[in-house]
């Protein structure tokens, strides 16, 4: 495959290329996975653009071709996931083989850390780097709220962008170049798709005016989709979501508040929960100004979540088993009753 090939610009190398001699993929031609449609989406080829069929397909899969069949989907490096909305028990995939999660927060709206602290524990988990990248900052808050964040011990890099003033897009764009993935997570009206058309260099998305009062945005953007950016390297512009449901995050959890982990190292209990244990290292800090006890009430909320989720999983799972314990009860007593 010559150095120009498309593919390699979105990040095709030689350790993929081993992987189409696996079961399945063997003779095969590689592409990813643009779009996501029922039954299959739009795949980049060598070629351009090909609809492809295929199921369990996510915008950023690398999959194997035969035809306009999907063969094979080559092993994730990361994949961003969360809980499906509401309540319910399975898995979401946003993006797969993602290198960059970009957590995108708006400066026209007050600034929600909480949800932050949820991004980026999808971030770490996913296998990703995360970033925080403050849009619109032409407005004269952007230098206060960069010094909350920067205050906040997020342990990421913070950017602020504005695309009218066309100040920060370079950085976004090298995040991505020569061949890496960079992901947009953040909630309707945040400029997602007005840095992502920045990043493009052309109006490739729709755009839509936020509303008034309380700067909430319309979904311009309804489905997720992979985009070639001129400089090398991949953009997933994802649609803006209410909801940030963790799925079996624990190890996003503990990287995005590695803070507390350290602190929680001094404690008098290996298993102390930070709530009114004696000799509790983590309490000691909140009551010094080490810590914030905001950052320390996340951690706590996004624990008793992840908890609850667990619960009815398993829940789940065992009703699962109950049914089919019963259809198997079942069928063994109508065998039964038919023998002579």
Excluded: Y
């Amino acid at each position: 495959m010559h150095a120009s090939s498309p593919l390699i610009r979105l990040g095709w190398n030689h350790r993929r290329a081993r992987e189409l001699s696996a079961p399945g993929a063997a003779g095969a031609v590689p592409a990813r996975i643009a779009r996501v449609d029922r039954g299959g989406g739009l795949a980049i080829a060598e070629d351009g653009e090909v609809a492809v069929r295929g199921e369990g397909l996510a915008v950023g899969d690398w999959v194997a071709l035969r035809g306009d069949a999907v063969a094979a989907v080559l092993p994730r490096r990361s994949t961003l996931s969360r809980r499906g909305a509401g309540r319910a028990t399975a898995e979401q995939v946003i993006a797969a083989n993602v290198d960059v999660v970009l957590v995108v927060q708006g400066l026209d709206r007050p600034l929600r850390l909480r949800r932050i602290h949820r991004a980026l524990v999808m971030a770490w988990d996913s296998g990703a780097t995360p970033a925080v990248v403050l849009t619109k900052a032409d407005l004269a808050a952007a230098a206060q709220v960069e010094a909350l964040l920067a205050d906040a011990a997020l342990g990421v890099d913070i950017h602020t962008v504005s695309v009218v003033a066309g100040r920060g897009v370079d950085e976004i764009a090298a995040r991505a170049a020569p061949a890496r993935t960079v992901v947009l997570l953040g909630e309707s009206g945040a400029g997602k798709s007005s840095l992502a058309n920045a990043l493009i260099g052309r109006e490739a998305l729709p755009t839509g005016a936020v509303r008034d009062g309380d700067a909430r945005g319309r979904h311009t953007t309804t489905a997720r989709h992979l985009i070639a950016l001129p400089g090398g390297g991949a953009l997933i512009d994802t649609p803006g979501v209410r909801e940030l449901g963790l799925w079996g995050a624990e190890r996003g959890l503990a990287r995005a508040f590695d803070d507390i982990e350290t602190l929680a190292e001094g404690c008098r209990f290996r298993d102390c929960r930070h709530d009114s244990e004696p000799g509790c290292a983590v309490l000691a800090a909140v009551a010094s100004g080490e810590l914030d006890p905001g950052r320390l009430q996340s951690l706590r909320d996004l624990r008793r979540e992840l908890a609850a989720d667990e619960r009815r999983r398993d829940e789940r799972a065992s009703r699962a088993a109950g049914r089919r314990g019963s259809r198997a009860a079942r069928q063994a007593l109508r065998v039964k009753g038919r023998r002579p």
